[in-house]
Nanobody, 118 residues
Framework: QVQLVESGGGLVQPGGSLRLSCARS????????MSWYRQAPGMERELVAA????????NYADSVKGRFTISRDNAKRTVYLQMNSLKPEDTAVYYC???????????WGQGTQVTVSS
């Protein structure tokens, strides 16, 4: 059974940092890519950052470039999102996503809340 388990969310003051983790299990093959999305209340879910599992190439939303870093540890089957210089507008539920290599199926984690507030 495929599972994506996120952790690391919480409450942080503006300018602070958080690191999210997403551990995957149950995949018969490594996914093609893994991504972080976020969804704020009343807003559509948006792509934050993505990384390909094989070569580690990355892609970021303009709103987080220079502040967020996505990385992977293939031995631990885990993807991370290091979030620095957090702003109130980064407040959202953050979801981990995996895109499978052959069938291009999407799998989602349960989400983790990130709140940036003083």
């Amino acid at each position: 059974q495929v599972q994506l388990v996120e952790s690391g969310g919480g409450l942080v003051q503006p300018g602070g940092s958080l690191r999210l983790s997403c551990a995957r299990s149950g995949f018969t093959r490594s996914p093609y890519a893994m991504s972080w999305y976020r969804q704020a209340p009343g807003m559509e879910r948006e792509l934050v950052a993505a990384i390909t599992i094989t070569d580690g190439s990355t892609n970021y939303a303009d709103s987080v470039k220079g502040r967020f870093t996505i990385s992977r540890d293939n031995a631990k089957r885990t993807v991370y999102l290091q979030m620095n210089s957090l702003k109130p507008e980064d407040t959202a539920v953050y979801y981990c996503n995996a895109l499978t290599r052959l069938t291009r199926e999407n799998y989602w984690g349960q989400g983790t809340q990130v709140t940036v507030s003083s």
